[in-house]
C-alpha cells in the first residue's frame, strides 16, 4: 500500500529564509506525488504536483519541489519565506493505477514565519 | 467557475444523534471523495464515489455512509454519533475513472462538532 511521511510536525523559518519541508514516500509502482496547502478554516489547495518524468516541478507561490526516484523522497522548498507561507503542508501520493487509486496524505507539517 | 461547494460550514450535534453533510463537485467531475481531518491525525480517506456508486471506503465503521446522486453531489451520512467524530470533514472532486494525475479539487469543509 502506498504511504507518505512527513518528518516532524512543526517548521519554523524567518522571514527571507529557506523553507525545506520534507517528504518520503513507499508506492509499489511509480506514483504521483502531490503538495497541498491549507490554510486556517479552510480547505486543501494544490501547490504543485509530479506526474511525468520532469523531476523539478515548480507550482503556485514560488514554490518548487523534486522526485528523487532513488531517495523516494519528493521535498518542498521555496527560497525566501514570506510570512504569508504560514499554513499547514501536506504531501500526498497516488498510484498511476485507475481502478482503486486515491490520494493518501501524510499528516501534514505547519509552517511557521517569524518576522 | 464554481469550486467545490460544502454545506453547512458548520455543524455542532449531540452524542448519538446523526449528521448529514452535503458536498457539490466541480462542473465536469464525475468523482466525489470524502476525508476526515481530526486534530492531529491528517487527512484520513473516508469514502469515494464515481458515477453513483461507491467504488472504495476507508478504514472506518459501517456508521459513516454516504450516496451520490444523478447530478454528481453527495451526501457523508454519520450515525450513532460519537465525541471522536468530531472533525473537519473535506469533500474534494475529480475526474471519473479513478484519475488522479490531475490532483482533487477541495471545499473548505464542514466542520463537526459532537457534544
Known amino acids: 500500500a502506498q504511504s507518505v511521511t512527513q518528518l516532524g510536525s512543526h517548521v519554523s523559518v524567518s522571514e527571507g529564509a529557506l523553507v525545506l519541508l520534507r517528504c518520503n514516500y513507499s508506492s509499489s509502482v511509480p506514483p504521483y506525488l502531490f503538495w497541498y496547502v491549507q490554510y486556517p478554516n479552510q480547505g486543501l489547495q494544490l501547490l504543485l504536483k509530479?506526474?511525468?518524468?520532469?523531476?523539478l516541478v515548480k507550482g503556485i507561490n514560488g514554490f518548487e519541489a523534486e522526485f528523487k526516484k532513488s531517495e523516494t523522497s519528493f521535498h518542498l522548498t521555496k527560497p525566501s519565506a514570506h510570512m504569508s507561507d504560514a499554513a499547514e503542508y501536506f504531501c500526498?501520493?497516488?498510484?498511476?493505477?485507475?481502478?482503486?487509486?486515491?490520494?493518501?496524505f501524510g499528516k501534514g507539517i505547519t509552517l511557521s514565519v517569524r518576522p | 467557475e464554481a469550486g467545490v461547494t460544502q454545506s453547512p460550514t458548520h455543524l455542532i450535534k449531540t452524542r448519538g444523534q446523526q449528521a448529514t453533510l452535503r458536498c457539490s463537485p466541480i462542473?465536469?467531475?464525475?468523482?466525489v471523495y470524502w476525508y476526515q481531518q481530526a486534530l492531529g491525525l491528517g487527512l484520513q480517506f473516508l469514502l469515494w464515489y464515481d458515477e453513483g456508486e461507491e467504488r472504495n471506503r476507508g478504514n472506518f465503521p459501517p456508521r459513516f455512509s454516504g450516496r451520490q446522486f444523478p447530478n454528481y453531489s453527495s451526501e457523508l451520512n454519520v450515525n450513532a454519533l460519537e465525541l471522536e467524530d468530531s472533525a473537519l470533514y473535506l469533500c474534494?472532486?475529480?475526474?471519473?475513472?479513478?484519475?488522479?494525475?490531475?490532483?482533487?479539487?477541495f471545499g473548505s469543509g464542514t466542520r463537526l462538532t459532537v457534544v
Open positions: 500526498a501520493v497516488s498510484d498511476r493505477i485507475g481502478a482503486n487509486s486515491k490520494l493518501t
Open positions: 509530479y506526474t511525468s518524468a520532469a523531476t
Open positions: 462542473s465536469g467531475h464525475t468523482s
Open positions: 474534494a472532486s475529480s475526474l471519473g475513472g479513478g484519475r488522479t494525475d490531475y490532483g482533487y479539487t
